[in-house]
């Protein structure tokens, strides 16, 4: 009978579970090794091999006699003892990130499950041990420039906060009409310790750009004594930049260059000259030693910003960032990365024309509606004052010839107003294609559809070509009516005056409505000189009190605005 005392020989695995001495921290004896289940589960105890002779390779470990179950009698600590803690091998946390929207999966995915973007999710190692991140050099960067104890915060009343602040003197002035253009994007000034980041092409002119701004500041700032205002560049030299400013003709005493792509370098090199400002161009070349990684990649970008972040707030000093932007028009990096900055702004324009556009995408300190104009000169970037004709073709000066497929929309963004050429090509052949250039294609196919629906155009068997002049991008449905009467306009090969404007969104069932603001936009188009404005027939009740020299047809719907806009007299 077998009794609790006679049990039959066990592996050596069974009887005294690894884990069991990892747990309590034991010590295994250097001759001890696993029976095979035991090395599938926690693999082979490599460091015993060159002891092992050939005879003894396969030799099933069961003999209790040799490797004698280890007592609280035996715990010796001579050279057949391996501590288990201490060969445990250093631990490497591995993540994966989407490279695209910065969403951490937890493990690798085709198609990221946040923003769908295929092969985006990477794998991440970072050592656990000795890593150094953006808040640890930021964090020692400010408080070396910081007077001893003035970094530390305590709360304090609302009162407090807002005594002796005045909101005009706050914000860090931008002089003349460049800087103005882009005081207005930001809000009305640069804020101390804010951090922006400027977005774009590559080639589009972000450089020129934050070379220019970095200029303005340094004259708005002149008058503060030894203010400066210090542009680093990771991507040219200093002589390359200095070239570019000679052929821009800044000569500001204000403005000083330097060149480096180490966060650390430059957060330390800078600091004998205590700029008032700090432009870093580009976030993607930057990077932080001991981070996982070269510049650019997620890790990187993402300890390179923060680290940015918590030197402009402890310092207070403001920090202008340039960011490329990938193929699908998001600033590379992280998506995190526009979560972290306080103001995002895209420069943007066709690389065949000379407009710029900076448009503000996140605001913490004003609104996400502005947009600067700018038009790329040899001198670098002029603000365009009187934008709103800017984004009409030569057809629609006076005096030109008139062509079929072109209507003019009116879209405000921001505080301004511009007029918008929107044109189309209608053409018959044997394949039917749809291509939209500045418009939502799904808002085009829409409308294509309720002509067709609605207005009983025969569009089936046509191609359709739309384009927006000038690389503007319309996102407004005010531009609705205008690509309707386009369509029209090529269609039926009708040419529309150019001294007409349309105004309103179309709905499914081919009805007009009214926008937002349209007396201002019918007083614009009055005020540029055209005669005549099509309204929806509900917009006139906000037009009734207005006095201008314009004739307004309102329409109910398409087939009545088709009557009467293309019915030949
Ligand atoms: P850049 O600022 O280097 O672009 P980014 O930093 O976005 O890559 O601008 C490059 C373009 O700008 C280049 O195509 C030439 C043009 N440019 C001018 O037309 N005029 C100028 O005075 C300057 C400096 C650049
Ligand atoms: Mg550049």
């Not at 280890?70 to 057949?80: Q, V």
Request: with cysteine; aromatic share 6%; proline share 5%.
């Amino acid at each position: 009978m077998p009794t609790a005392f006679s049990r039959p020989l066990q592996p050596i695995s069974m009887l005294f579970p690894r884990n069991l001495f990892l747990k309590k921290g034991l010590l295994l004896p250097s001759n001890v090794r696993f029976s095979s289940p035991c090395r599938f589960l926690f693999g082979k105890p490599t460091e015993r091999k060159e002891e092992d002779d050939g005879s003894e390779k396969n030799k099933p470990i069961s003999n209790v006699e040799k490797s004698p179950r280890p007592s609280s009698s035996n715990y010796d600590l001579g050279s057949d003892w391996i501590p288990a803690t201490k060969k445990k091998p250093a631990k490497v946390k591995v993540s994966w990130v989407c490279e695209n929207c910065g969403a951490t999966p937890g493990q690798w995915w085709g198609t990221c499950p946040s923003c769908h973007s295929v092969n985006t999710v990477k794998k991440i190692s970072e050592y656990q041990y000795g890593v150094s991140n953006g808040f640890q050099v930021s964090e020692m960067a400010a408080r070396s420039w910081l007077e001893h104890g003035s970094g530390e915060m305590v709360p304090q009343s609302l009162e407090e906060v807002k005594k002796g602040m005045n909101q005009l003197e706050w914000r860090i002035p931008l002089p003349g009409a460049f800087g103005m253009e882009v005081a207005r994007v930001l809000g009305g000034g640069l804020v101390p310790g804010s951090l922006v980041l400027f977005g774009g092409d590559p080639g589009i002119g972000k450089s020129t750009l934050l070379l220019q701004i970095a200029a303005c500041l340094a004259e708005g700032l002149g008058s503060e004594g030894l203010a400066r205002v210090l542009y680093v560049s990771g991507e040219e030299s200093m002589d390359q930049i200095g070239n570019r400013a000679d052929r821009m003709q800044i000569s500001e005493t204000g403005l000083y260059l330097y060149s480096s792509t180490d966060v650390e370098d430059i957060l330390d090199k800078i600091r004998v000259f205590s700029p008032k400002v700090l432009v870093i161009d580009s976030i993607q070349t930057v990077y932080l030693r001991g981070v996982v990684g070269s510049a650019g990649n997620v890790m990187q970008v993402k300890e390179c910003t923060s680290a940015l972040l918590r030197f402009a707030k402890q310092t207070s000093i403001p920090v202008l960032l340039i960011g490329h932007v990938t193929k699908s028009g998001d600033i590379a990096g992280p998506r995190i990365l526009e979560h972290i900055v306080d103001v995002v702004l895209y420069l943007e324009g066709e690389r065949c024309s000379t407009h710029r556009l900076l448009r503000s995408v996140k605001n913490r300190f004003g609104s996400t509606d502005e947009l600067g104009v700018f038009e790329m000169s040899e001198t670098g970037l002029q603000a365009v004052l009187n934008p709103s004709e800017l984004f009409l073709s030569d057809s629609h000066h006076h005096g030109s010839e008139v062509l079929a497929g072109l209507a003019v929309s009116v879209v405000i963004e921001g505080s301004r107003t511009f007029l918008l050429e929107i044109q189309a090509l209608c053409a018959s052949g044997s394949t039917v294609v749809r291509h939209v250039n500045g418009v939502s294609a799904k808002r085009a196919d829409m409308l294509i559809s309720v002509l067709m629906k609605q207005a009983g155009l025969k569009l089936e068997n046509t191609s359709i070509f739309i384009n927006v002049v000038s690389g503007f991008t319309l996102t407004e449905t005010a531009g609705d009516l205008a690509l309707a009467a386009a369509i029209c306009s090529s269609f039926l090969e009708f040419a529309l005056p150019n001294n007409i404007a349309f105004i309103g969104e179309v709905g499914l069932a081919g009805e007009l409505r009214t926008v937002p603001r349209m007396d201002k936009r019918v007083a614009t188009v009055a005020k540029l000189g055209y005669s005549k404005c099509v309204v929806p027939a509900s917009a006139m009740k906000s037009l009734a009190g207005l006095q201008l020299d314009i004739a307004i047809v309102h329409c109910c719907n398409l087939t009545e605005f088709i009557n009467r806009v293309f019915r030949v007299s």
